[in-house]
């Protein structure tokens, strides 16, 4: 498999062969790479880089496809399963702008606010909602993906940047950087049910998706000696 790394100061990607952990190719992009979110086929990346840019990659050959200016100071993107569309946090001009993944048109948008700097985004699993935290209000917002409508504000830390979701759908967790803590939203009662302490000087970004995926495990040989399975109980997965 691949990694993508962004380069920030050198405006390129390294990609990185996950067998071997070594370099195998680096792509030059657009100044100030952000986030890239890959195609569910691996062929394409799609890039946020500052000041206003997204940028089309073609990842088998390299190569730059296609740049789209628009808006400012693009951060965290996320595409829907199929992979074609891109919802696009903008901090600079507190908007999400949702893109066709075919054309790069912009199909859709919503307007946050004034100086909210979107710097989080996550699409729940039925792809119905987004979440979104907001760093200079302290808060996030959950946003209707049909209608591309604000629902429920949640209160959370001081500058909440990274959030991701259960698998389920169920729990949202927010990083708040300054407080050092994550704050967990309970999606079915759109409330804030818990916050997490992770120390006073955590400084938590939790940047991309930070959850670890279930592993559903069958086992199909026979229990143990004395005749259970017992837990913790450790094996090895193949």
Known sequence: SRLYVMNNSSSTISVVNTATDTVISTIAVATQPQRLAVSPDGTRGYLTANPNKLQVIDLVNGTVLSTLVVGSLPNPIVLNAAGTRAYVAYAGDSMIRVFDTATTAVVGSVVL???????????????????????????????????????????????????????????????????????????????VVDTIDLGASAQ??????????????????????GGKWHTPYSFTVT
């Open 113 to 191: 606010g004034t100086n909210k700097a979107p710097n989080g985004i996550v699409l729940s699993p039925n792809e119905q909602k987004l979440f979104v935290s907001q760093f200079l209000t302290n808060d996030a917002v959950e946003i209707d993906v049909a209608t591309l409508t604000i629902g429920t504000t949640y209160p959370v830390g001081t500058r909440p940047y990274g959030v991701d979701i259960s698998a389920d759908g169920a729990r949202v967790y927010i990083a708040n950087r300054d407080s050092g803590s994550l704050s967990v939203i309970d999606t079915a009662a759109h409330m």
């Open 204 to 225: 938590p970004w939790a940047i991309g998706r930070f959850l670890q995926p279930e592993v559903v495990v069958a086992i199909t040989s026979a229990p143990p000696s």
